[in-house]
Structures are given as C-alpha cells and as structure tokens.
C-alpha cells in the first residue's frame, strides 16, 4: 500500500467504531484535514514525491488514488477568501459560516459537528491535531465560539466528553479577564480526563495504557496510536 506523504496531515479526527462488525462496517473512519489543500498545493507535493525526492524513491500521495474524490468551493459565508475557523466549521458541521466563526452559524446559533452526533449515538470520539487543541480547525468539531475567546473554546474541549484529545498545550489554560475561572488542564480532570503529557507521561498512566472506560486526555508535540476504548460502540 502506498504511503503518506510525511508531514502531509495535520488533523487526524478518529471516529471509533468498536462495536460488533460486519464484514461491510469499517471498524474505524478517519476524517483527515489537511492545512494546504487547494489544487495547487496538492500538485506541487504529487509532483515532488514522483519525481524521486522521497527518501523510498518515487512515490505518491494517497489519497489521489481513492475511489472516490471531489472538489470543494473553501469560501465563506461573508468573505472569497476563508480561514480557520469558517473553513474548520464548514468541514465539521456542514455549514457554511462568517469568518472567525468555530461551531457557530452567521448568526452565531450552535452548529453541531458530526463528531457530536456520533458522540451522541454511543460512538467513541477521538481527535488528534499536530497544532494546538483550541485552535481553530479541531475545535469546529467541539466548541461553539468566536475565534478569540480561547478560553471558553478549551473548556469546551473537556464538555465535550470526547473520548480521546491530543495535541500540543493549550494556548490559554487561563481566563485573564476572570482569575476565578479554573486552569483549563485542572477542569479536564474535573471533567474525569487524565492529563497526560509527553509520550513519557501517556505511558506510564495505567489508565492510558489499559482498555477501560475512563477518558484521558493526551498533550504532545508528535502524533500518538490510539487504542480500543472497551464499552464503546
């Protein structure tokens, strides 16, 4: 099977199916979201690996070689020209919205994501990201916010009750404006996560490396392998 393209992928969002299958239901689906997809971007990198400059010799990307594939139209609602979180939300919810819109239409009503509708039907959610969890592209798929209200958009990654988050450190566990708030990593285990950092700290959890129901939390600078969640569909 053909490889990845190295450092192609920046958002990994792991829908877990664990429940009895059969040989037509995938046991796991993968939503992945790549930062620099336009025809362009992705021609350039085709081009690049085929002509030999992969350390393996020549090679392809993936995902040109789907079955199936398509275009998208990446504007949004207010502007030609998009962003982050107009983008993050379009791809979550599908829905289009105004710029520096997360999870929230024109109007600013909640979105839901398909993340939460899974969430909601007994699925077990994972979301890994090579950036920062309250950015803007992971969190359209937990948060319903504004993009510069940081804060409230990371408490809202340990609401969500996802089952699995990783990513690099947040870029505000604290609310400036209101010091009475809770620090961010404290309200995750509140909200009954294990905050584990670096893959030292996710290995030497017992809870991190066992297959039981409890909800961790993972932060790292590199990508980690997820696991079975027993109990979850």
Not at 100 to 106: K, V
């Amino acid at each position: 099977m053909k490889q990845f393209a190295k450092k192609s992928l920046v958002l990994f969002i792991a829908l877990f199916f664990t429940a009895a299958l059969s040989a037509k239901t995938p046991k796991y689906i993968f939503y992945c979201i790549g930062d620099g997809m336009s025809f362009a971007h992705v021609m350039a990198t085709q081009l690049f690996y085929e002509n030999g400059n992969y350390e393996d010799g020549n090679e392809s990307l993936v995902f040109l070689d789907f079955p199936v594939r398509s275009a998208i139209r990446t504007y949004a609602n207010n502007s030609l020209i998009t962003c982050s979180a107009a983008a993050g939300t379009a791809l979550a919810t599908g829905h289009k919205t105004n710029l520096a819109h997360i999870g929230i239409g024109p109007d600013k009503q909640p979105l839901t994501s398909v993340a939460k509708q899974l969430r909601d039907k007994g699925y077990a959610i994972g979301i890994i990201t090579s950036g920062q969890l309250d950015d803007a592209t992971p969190a359209a798929f937990y948060a319903g916010q504004m993009r510069n209200d940081t804060y409230q958009i990371g408490k809202e990654g340990a609401d969500s009750q996802f089952d699995f988050l990783a990513g690099s450190t947040l870029m505000k566990p604290f609310n400036r404006r209101d010091p009475s708030q809770p620090y961010i990593y404290d309200y995750y285990r509140q909200k009954g996560y294990t905050v584990c950092r670096g893959p030292e700290g996710y290995n030497s959890q017992k809870k991190c490396r066992q297959n039981t129901p409890s909800r961790y939390r993972y932060h790292t600078q590199k990508m980690v392998t997820l696991h079975d969640r027993k109990g979850a569909r």
